[in-house]
């Protein structure tokens, strides 16, 4: 391949990678001592992000009669918060706070070999908890008291979803692609508020299954969740 | 456009199986095989219309005793509700859904799928001695029928009820199954060929429905497969 060809394709190959690819994509081009396929969990627990990885590859001659000491592992995320630890092992659990749920946390593991960093990957991952949205025949009441509540649930595209909040509430609905902190839509807003969010569901979601975050106007609130085609 | 991807994914993966087994083949006992087959619903079915899709890992043990197991999703079966207040009908095939949710089927979550399972025991008759690269294979063993509903039901307690309203009669379904087939060897590790499939649910089921719907229930009950394999 041309060397302007590669230069062209670059990009969109970097483009088309998650970060953690793109990681080992480069680690891979330069040998460095980095841990590989480094993974963070999406929304899977509601106070820690487990991160795992595996051990660099040693065969290149440069690492000749070297061996990994351990590695840091360091994560920031909006807030701001941030902080790092070490550890021998290849997998770390990082503690999260409720008020950091459903924030995108960037981490970061160093390989460190003989006292020094030699090679870095990383991922992003969030914590999250999450309650079930069942949709029943004619509807169904739920209630919470927090300033807002996420679900998960699977959603029929075509089918309208409607949230009638009790009490003359208002607030509004926000739908996620599960295991991803990505917006696909919004009924309502939190600038126009209404009484009874509806949505007609026109996104694929991850195989139809969507994250959904219930926010009323002011913190608690029972709501009818029924649907309609 | 999937389906598309899928059969060219299929013919891929065939032919690369094809190619290395006639690699390993070469000069050795063939004992173990592969065979991706096509069947219809029913006997007399249009097989370009409606086919589902298999796999029989073989493994002969002798000259002309084979083992095998087969697997074969079957078919997707469909429920709706009624109106938002329920009831869930179903389950159906996508032909008798109300025609509002035509323009969904491909997005439609409300489903269940059907797999059959089979292992069998063979015989296999070779013609080779009458100069033709041909054999026939006559294939018994028991056969299960098992139905897997889609992760939406967990999410919609009306469509949970209607599939375990039909579970109560379905569950795992065991019959027996019953083949007759006719094996072409154009090259040493290469089958193709067409079966007769027949399965019954009990010896006295069977007497019962012959008893009903005489030599028809041969074309209801049965199934043609089509079949390609590789032996390595």
């Keep these: 391949m041309k060397a302007g060809t590669f230069a062209r394709l670059l990009p969109a190959i970097l483009l088309a990678l998650p970060l953690s690819s793109c990681y080992d994509f480069f680690n891979s081009l330069f040998e460095t001592a980095a841990p590989g396929s480094v993974s963070a969990s999406d929304g899977k627990y509601a106070n820690r992000i487990e991160v795992s990885w595996s051990e660099p590859d040693l065969s290149n001659e440069k690492w000749e009669g070297k061996s990994v000491t351990g590695y840091t592992v360091s994560w920031s995320a909006p807030g701001p918060v941030s902080g790092s630890d070490s550890t021998t092992s290849t997998s770390y659990s990082i503690p999260v706070l409720a008020a950091d749920r459903a924030k995108l946390y960037v981490v970061q593991v160093v390989t460190e070999i003989d006292g020094s960093d030699e090679g870095s990957s990383g991922d992003t991952g969030f914590a999250l908890e999450t309650f079930d949205l069942l949709w029943y025949d004619g509807g169904k009441d739920y209630s919470f008291t927090a300033s807002d509540r996420w679900y998960v649930t699977m959603l029929q595209k075509g089918f309208d979803y409607r949230f009638a909040f009790a009490d003359g509430k208002t607030g509004w609905v926000e739908f996620y692609e599960y295991g991803t902190l990505d917006l696909l839509a919004s009924a309502a807003s939190e600038a126009a508020p209404v009484s009874e969010p509806v949505w007609t569901c026109d996104e694929d979601g991850d195989w139809s299954k969507f994250y959904v975050r219930v926010v009323p106007a002011t913190a608690g609130a029972t709501f009818r969740a029924g649907y309609g085609f | ?232």
């Design chain 2, 1 to 232: 456009m999937k389906r598309r991807m899928l059969a060219t994914l299929l013919i891929f993966v065939f032919s690369a199986a094809v190619s290395t087994a006639a690699a390993f083949a070469q000069g050795r006992d063939v004992r173990f095989g592969v065979d991706f087959f096509v069947g219809t619903p029913s006997a007399s079915s249009d097989i370009f219309r409606a086919v589902f899709p298999g796999v029989s890992l073989r493994y002969r043990h002798s000259g002309r005793i084979e083992f095998s197991l087969d697997y074969a999703f079957m078919d997707f079966e469909y429920y709706y509700p009624e109106s938002p207040s329920g009831p869930w009908m179903g389950p159906v095939d996508w032909s008798s859904m109300p025609s509002r949710f035509d323009k969904l089927r491909g997005d439609w979550i409300f489903y269940q799928t059907k797999h059959f399972i089979a292992p069998q025991v063979w015989y296999i008759a070779s013609l080779e001695r009458y100069g033709q690269p041909l054999a026939i294979r006559l294939g018994a063993g028991p056969a299960f029928s098992l139905v897997i509903p889609s992760e939406s039901a967990k999410f919609y307690p009306g469509l949970a009820d209607a599939y375990e309203q039909f579970k109560k009669d379905f569950d795992i379904h065991p019959g027996w199954s019953f083949r007759l087939g006719l094996e072409y060897k154009p090259w040493r590790a290469v089958r193709l060929g067409a079966e007769y499939l027949f399965v019954i649910d009990s010896v006295t089921s069977f007497a019962s429905d012959i008893g009903v719907w005489g030599t028809e229930y041969l074309d209801r009950s049965g199934n043609v497969l089509i079949f390609a394999g590789v032996r390595i």
